[in-house]
């Protein structure tokens, strides 16, 4: 039998959880739960939405898993607010994995989501309550620390440490050896080859890029591989 789970949330990312969760038959989700003041609905897809304070008059605790389904909002700390609080009452958190990762490595912690073709290398650990978004590559010995979230794509070389509580973004690249302080973001299609240290925040330069906009003749003369030859 399939253990019970209750997601935190009622937002477009706890659907997007429930749907992995129920679309791999992990567990058996009985309904979905958050505080009082935000809880404007009575049913989210189709199952009950409890408040969450009073979760346990519902359930009793070791009977159920819970999994708090926020992303990546202020950094990760409204998730790990949740995390810590759920943990503090007695909780159990779930793991979400998907059948397709790949896990030679650790997961350390809970609250964990390993989405789908994860890869996490031999030795390395992944730390509590991180979320590791689809085609994420966690390179061999590498350390990823509690509330991280990484981006689709993104690439953690092998030997790395990430800080706690620190945001990857989409198709990031950071190189083998190196260290990323706690409560850093690095953007989306960033390379790091350096030390990043506590707080820090790496853009790229694509950032400060202009859009230029053209008539449609002209713009199919912009991406030509040779002059087509008759």
């Known amino acids: 039998m399939r253990e019970k ?5 009622n937002s477009t990312s706890a659907k997007h959880v429930y749907d992995f969760v129920t679309g791999y038959n992990l ?22 939405v409890y408040d969450l304070g009073k979760l346990d008059a519902y ?5 159920i898993k ?3 389904a ?32 790949v896990i030679r490595g650790t997961v350390k912690g809970d609250n964990c989501w390993l989405h789908d073709y ?16 689809a085609f994420t590559l966690i390179g061999d010995y590498s350390k990823i620390g509690a509330h991280c979230f990484t981006g689709a794509k993104s690439t953690i070389g092998g030997k790395s440490v990430v800080g706690e509580q620190t945001f990857i973004g989409m198709n990031c690249t950071v190189f083998d050896d190196t260290i990323i302080g706690k409560k850093c973001i690095l953007g989306a ?11 820090s925040v790496v853009k790229n330069v694509s950032d400060n890029s202009t859009t230029i906009q053209l008539d449609d003749q002209t713009i199919e003369q912009k991406l030509l591989f040779k002059k087509n030859v008759r």
């Open 59 to 63: 359930f009793e605790k070791k009977d």
């Open 118 to 133: 994860v890869i996490v290398q031999s030795e390395a650990e992944i730390g509590a309550d991180c979320l590791l978004m």
């Open 70 to 101: 926020v992303l990546w909002n202020r950094l990760n700390a409204d998730r790990r607010s949740l995390y810590e609080r759920m943990r503090e009452n007695g909780y159990q958190m779930a793991n979400l994995i998907s059948p397709h990762a």
């Open 27 to 48: 567990f058996q989700v009985v309904g979905f739960a958050v505080d009082a003041e935000y809880r404007n609905m009575d049913t989210f897809c189709g199952l009950p």
């Open 189 to 199: 299609c960033t390379a790091v080859k350096r030390n990043v240290p506590d707080y």
């Open 5 to 9: 789970l209750v997601i935190i949330g």
């Open 66 to 68: 819970v999994f708090v």
